[in-house]
């Protein structure tokens, strides 16, 4: 019904910037909210950052001040700007999005900050 697929992970050096995209296809017109979470090996799945048709965002503790999501809907895009990336946001970062009472998952994108 909605697929979700992620790009713009890599490898980067502590204090750096980094942006990822989810791009969105299939019913994409009937999706209320987007959002990105993440998870690293042992660790449990976090909130990261979400947000809805309104553009009202929720952010984790972790990332508040330092990341920033937004959309593009004529693209059926969401994005998450990460700047100042600190070595604990090392992690496989997942894109979702909600589809009337149905949540989608992308297959994750892998980001990896050095000192």
């Known amino acids: 019904q909605v697929h979700l697929v992620e790009s713009g992970g890599g490898l980067v050096q502590a204090g750096e910037s980094l942006r990822l995209s989810c791009a969105a296809s299939?019913?994409?017109?009937?999706?209320?909210?987007m959002g990105w979470y993440r998870q690293a090996p042992g660790k449990q799945r976090e909130l990261v950052a979400t947000?809805?048709?309104?553009?009202?965002?929720n952010y984790g503790d972790s990332v508040k001040g330092r990341f920033t999501i937004s959309r593009d809907n004529a693209k059926n895009t969401a994005y998450l700007q990460m700047n100042n990336l600190k070595i604990e946001d090392t992690a496989v970062y997942y894109c979702?999005?909600?589809?009337?009472?149905?949540?989608?998952w992308g297959q994750g994108t892998q980001v990896t900050v050095s000192s």
């Open positions: 979702n999005a909600l589809n009337l009472a149905t949540i989608f």
């Open positions: 947000i809805n048709t309104r553009g009202n965002t």
């Open positions: 299939g019913r994409t017109f009937t999706i209320t909210a």
